[in-house]
């Protein structure tokens, strides 16, 4: 029970579960990759390099001495006078005057004096320049008689060699690596600002896929739709001679997370073939035309490498109803579309050019991109059941240290409904839990605690409850797992806490299903209307009030028993009956309603029918029951968490069917 979400509850009968976006992951590869490392350009490269051009230059014009020290020309004067100038070089319209500032350094000032020459023997990090603008003044020639100063014209410095060719060939310079720059930035890639129109795609060498039939698990009837294909791939003689052509395309269709990225890999490492990959979204840019001239820039080299593997990932970015595209005013992803169903009717399969396209979207596809010649075949990557679970968890576990009491076959009962992609990450949880507490291996508790951090979030021990909403979170639990007890049909209550996890959730029940459901009575599904009605039922009977802590639960029993009216046909008025909603034609978003203000009227009056009378049914049942909730409600408070077994037993003691 929470503020806005009470309870987190895996359920799996009717296969409708929490979709998570992650990668595909029914399946693992090796690990091998041959990509070769490839050099990124890096502003800070360019910054760095124009800070060594400055450095060089500046050491190679610089002189022996000291930088001259600008001061005024009556200042200037009088170090002549006083001797701390020895040296003036008339240079253009200033006087440069070469002299030693430091008292202990007269034998040297005489020594220059003498020699009216700087002497290599002597230490120049003492000697410093003077620089003062000419002034007409007749008297500072006879003054440097008089002191005894030499004095001599020198000719106006010209730059150097790397000076000029600096000053003229670093702006271009700039300019090119700028201009290099931004078209990386631009295209995202190793192409240039004029280099739109080639494709994006990612070619793996053949055999570097590093995925093999045999790293997959859970899609025995999808791997066996492209086993033909790999067949075909490697012996293209046969099907040829018998004048069988081989599908040009193949959809794989699912939920994310199954796999569908991972197949195609997996296809492309057994055939031993060419791989090109691409997203759908790498096909459209800014600019338009680009999309189309990408489309035959990939199947220009596809043909060039053939045999080989075209494997389009999200195609549906490209691929949706050309009518649900104009709408948006975006006629780019129409024409790349355009280009796309010319492309793939224009080459021969005899070529041996495969098209594997993957989306979890395949009602927004365009018609023409699904008929026979295009994708001829559509593969479904569905989630696993639970033998396929079991497979999947032995792949994803076979490199780690398991205790002897883990039993894989539990684990995926108690994951139904998750992917692939999921499993994975129980499975490098529970790991990670182990290195955590210190085990010398991955037992079977760190399995359950990876699976409750899966569907209910982490624990938050740190927020801590006062002892009232501690007590109405024990009681609304309470009443879901005894609800779940005493209702026919339901999934047997795996654990209850009172434990906080996850963003909202203030305590949760978890219900394992023994075995997979596909299908549900209208019983079960009103059965599964009671559960979630039960943990406020029970804080109605215990406390005379009601919480906000039920929002969640309310929420999902108010959309099962909708469905059951108008998709599922389980209504009195209309039985056997849909009543569905039109298709807004922008990315799948239901518009209108296909039925009159009356019969939605009806809706909702057979929806709080229903949902009022199901709430009397439970509010009666624990009711009748009060012994066994305070019963089981007290034993929760007292250790936070009840195990399956031990709720079971006390409901069995206290509980009265």
Same mark, same amino acid.
């Given at each position: ?201 990612? /070619? &793996?060498?053949?055999?570097? $896929? =590093? ?5 997959? @698990?859970?899609?025995? %009837? #999808? ?28 959809? /794989? &269709?699912?939920?994310?997370? $199954? =796999? ?5 890999? @997996?296809?492309?490492? %057994? #055939? ?386």
């Amino acid at each position: 029970m929470s503020e806005n979400d009470n309870r987190q509850m895996l359920e799996s009968t009717d296969g409708k579960h929490r979709k998570k976006d992650s990668e595909p992951g029914i399946h693992t590869g090796d690990g091998r990759s041959n990509t070769r490392k490839k050099f990124t350009f890096s502003i800070w490269y360019f910054i760095i390099a124009i800070i060594l051009i400055s450095l060089f230059n500046n050491l190679m014009m610089s002189s022996r001495l000291n930088e001259a020290i600008s001061i005024d020309y009556s200042q200037f004067k009088e170090y002549v006078k006083d001797g701390r100038i020895v040296q003036v070089a008339f240079d253009g319209d200033q006087y440069i005057g070469y002299g030693l500032t430091k008292a202990d350094a007269a034998k040297t000032l005489q020594e220059i004096a003498a020699s009216r020459q700087i002497p290599d023997s002597i230490d120049t990090s003492a000697i410093f320049a003077y620089q003062a603008y000419a002034i007409d003044d007749p008297s500072f020639v006879p003054l440097l008689d008089e002191m005894g100063v030499e004095y001599y014209a020198t000719e106006p410095k010209q730059p150097s060699m790397l000076s000029y060719l600096a000053s003229m060939l670093l702006p271009i310079a700039i300019f090119f690596i700028f201009y290099a720059w931004m078209s990386k930035r631009l295209t995202g890639g190793a192409q240039g600002v004029m280099s739109f129109s080639q494709n994006k795609s990612r /070619l &793996v060498a053949e055999n570097d $896929t =590093g995925v093999r039939f045999a790293d997959v @698990a859970g899609e025995d %009837e #999808a791997k066996a739709e492209l086993v033909e294909v790999v067949d075909f791939l490697r012996n293209p003689q046969r099907y040829t001679d018998m004048g069988a052509h081989i599908p040009k395309g193949v959809l /794989l &269709v699912g939920p994310p997370g $199954t =796999g569908k990225t991972l197949l195609a890999k @997996a296809v492309a490492g %057994e #055939a031993g073939v060419p791989f090109f990959r691409m997203s759908g979204a790498d096909f459209v840019e800014m600019f338009v035309g680009v999309g189309a001239a990408r489309v035959r820039d990939l199947f220009k080299q596809a043909k060039e490498k053939s045999p080989c593997i075209i494997f389009i990932d999200e195609i549906d970015a490209i691929g949706r109803k050309r009518s649900d595209a104009s709408i948006g005013g975006n006629d780019e992803r129409e024409q790349t579309l355009n280009q796309l169903l010319v492309e793939m009717d224009g080459f021969d399969s005899r070529t041996g050019v495969i098209i594997l396209g993957a989306t979890n979207r395949s009602e927004v596809l365009d018609p023409a991109l699904l008929r026979p010649g295009r994708f001829d075949r559509q593969v479904l990557v569905d989630k696993p059941d639970l033998n396929g679970r079991e497979a999947i968890l032995r792949i994803h576990t076979k490199d780690m240290k398991l205790a002897a009491d883990v039993d894989l076959r539990k684990i995926a009962q108690g994951s139904a409904g998750l992917a692939g992609a999921d499993l994975a990450n129980i499975a490098n949880e529970a790991a990670l839990q182990a290195v955590r507490l210190g085990h010398d291996a991955i037992t079977q508790t760190d399995f359950e605690e990876a699976i409750e951090k899966s569907i209910a979030g982490l624990e938050r021990k740190s927020r801590v409850l006062d002892a009232k909403e501690r007590t109405r979170v024990a009681y609304h639990e309470t009443g879901h797992a005894l609800t779940a007890f005493l209702t026919p049909g339901s999934s047997p209550v795996s654990k209850i806490s009172i434990i906080p996890r996850g963003y909202g959730a203030l305590g949760y029940t978890l219900q394992y299903p023994t075995e997979d459901r596909f299908l549900l009575s209208q019983s079960e599904l009103l059965g599964s209307v009671d559960v979630l009605l039960g943990g406020r039922a029970a804080e109605e009977v215990v406390f005379g009030e009601i919480s906000t802590g039920a929002s969640n639960d309310i929420s999902r029993a108010s959309d099962t028993v909708r469905q059951m009216i108008t998709e599922y046909g389980m209504s009195e008025r209309y039985r056997n009956m849909t009543l569905p909603k039109t298709n807004s034609g922008i990315d799948g978003v239901s518009g209108a309603r296909e039925y009159s203000e009356a019969t939605q009227e009806y809706i909702d009056n057979e929806t709080e029918k229903i949902i009022q009378t199901r709430y009397a049914a439970v509010l009666e049942n624990l009711r009748k029951n009060r012994d066994a909730l305070e019963r089981i409600a007290q034993s929760l408070l007292e250790k936070e968490v009840l195990e399956g077994g031990e709720f079971e037993a006390l409901a069995k003691q206290f509980a009265v069917k």
